[in-house]
């Protein structure tokens, strides 16, 4: 029998946001039915090798810094997938390549912040308080745009599929963060009505007001998603907890719960020793990585229209490959922007080079793209959110339209 410690620890149920309007299910009936724009973010845990994810193939400098694990030019056997003449993607990412074609996939390369951390931990915390440098920040960026925009505070608005609470949704805006929606649930009736009990007779005040709405986002969830779920247009989901995190989101998705905001994560990408090439274990978990969200944006299909995913890494990997024929902890990197209403075929940003007097401290890809500039146009242009807003979302940081990078339409 599943016991009361198991489950609190279980983070089936890692609700640690409060202050849940008692009658928030009538608010996500009432929004059922109604297409909310959709916010979906990716994090890449372990600071990703840009590039050779996102290949500068016309850079010389590129092959001289990485004579065993650089992607070869396009044409080549495990060659670099064309994009414009310049840049390539990886090979195992063809997933992504009808994305690119059909417009709906733009790339901002040597973005990233402008800390000099090589902290994965504090990296990792800037990014997701979008306060690089500020440890005290006590929220993250998303949830700082749900407080801002606080006009439907309903606990199924903010979702992550991971076990844990992101750093980027932590903060009093209502959020949750479950394993999958079948473990949310916990389709043994008699065992949540003696855990429903159990918490109904807690002495802890928060952590009894916190568990009824999630037993009240248990039952909505029970009607919305019950039965086994089939992706649409023949979208095939990669079997890994990533792939299986992202249809979730799907599934969400189209129940209409009233989602506004999802978060995924794709781990283990801190490449030291043997990183690979065309193949290998960094290959295998961009593959894992591009047909996830191409299969995410293919069952979603016209919702598209009303989405942006949008992807991001602590930090890029030193350009010079190490003696281990990996990679070492660096600074300037790639983001993916994938959407109905992005420009694509477009690589953004303004290119630093890759010769050492041109790579940041002598040895990493500079930034030319601070990261807030493409998250505050996500939320201004995508999310609709305006100066003022935008302004609480990004603390100490001038939010400036002047600064976007052109990615979205308005």
């Given at each position: ?14 609700m640690?946001t409060?202050?849940f ?6 608010r ?5 039915g ?5 916010l ?31 992607i ?13 003449g310049f ?14 074609d ?10 990233g ?8 931990f ?21 949830n700082?745009y ?11 608005r ?17 959020a949750?963060?479950?394993g ?73 998705a ?7 905001i ?8 801190d ?41 991001m ?20 990197n ?18 630093p ?7 940041f ?18 939320v ?31």
């Amino acid at each position: 029998m599943t016991s009361r410690r198991v489950f609190l620890k279980s983070g089936a149920m890692a609700m640690v946001t409060m202050g849940f309007a008692p009658s928030f299910l009538a608010r996500t009936a009432a929004a059922t039915g109604t297409r909310k724009k959709l916010l979906i973010t990716v994090f890449q845990r372990g600071a990703v090798d840009g590039l050779n994810m996102v290949v500068p193939y016309g850079e010389a400098d590129y092959y001289r810094a990485r004579p065993s694990i650089a992607i070869a030019r396009p044409g080549a056997a495990d060659g670099a997938i064309d994009l414009n003449g310049f840049f390539g993607l990886h090979p195992r990412m063809s997933s992504f390549k009808p994305l690119w074609d059909r417009g709906d996939l733009a790339i901002v390369h040597a973005s990233g912040s402008h800390d000099t951390t090589r902290s994965h931990f504090d990296a990792q915390d800037y990014m997701e308080s979008a306060t690089p440098g500020v440890k005290s920040t006590s929220d993250g960026w998303l949830n700082r745009y749900l407080q801002a925009k606080d006009d439907e505070r309903n606990p199924l608005r903010a979702v992550a599929l991971t076990q844990q609470m992101p750093r980027t949704l932590q903060g009093v805006a209502p959020a949750l963060a479950m394993g999958n929606t079948a473990d949310f649930a916990v389709a043994d009736i008699s065992a949540r009505t003696s855990f429903e009990e159990i918490y109904q007779a807690a002495q802890d005040k928060s952590l009894h007001g916190t568990a009824g709405e999630a037993f009240d986002a248990m039952r909505t969830l029970a009607k919305s998603t019950s039965g086994r779920y089939q992706p649409a247009n023949g979208a095939v989901y990669p079997r890994s907890p990533f792939g299986q995190a992202l249809q979730e989101i799907a599934r969400l998705a189209k129940s209409d719960v009233g989602l506004e905001i999802a978060f995924a994560e794709s781990t283990q990408w801190d490449h030291h020793v043997n990183q690979g090439a065309g193949s290998g274990q960094m290959a295998n978990r961009l593959d894992d990585f591009s047909r996830g969200i191409a299969a995410l944006a293919q069952d979603l299909g016209e919702r598209m229209a009303d989405t942006v995913i949008l992807t991001m890494s602590e930090f890029g990997r030193a350009v010079a490959e190490n003696g281990s024929r990996g990679t070492d902890h660096g600074h300037g990197n790639a983001m993916f922007v994938i959407g109905g209403g992005v420009k694509g075929r477009e690589v953004y940003g303004t290119w630093p080079g890759l010769k050492a007097d041109q790579r940041f401290e002598g040895r990493d890809l500079a930034v030319t793209t601070d990261f807030r500039d493409v998250f505050s146009e996500v939320v201004m242009k995508h999310l609709g959110a305006g100066a003022p807003t935008a302004a609480k979302v990004f603390p100490g940081y001038q939010v400036k339209a002047s600064a976007f990078r052109g990615i979205l339409d308005m």
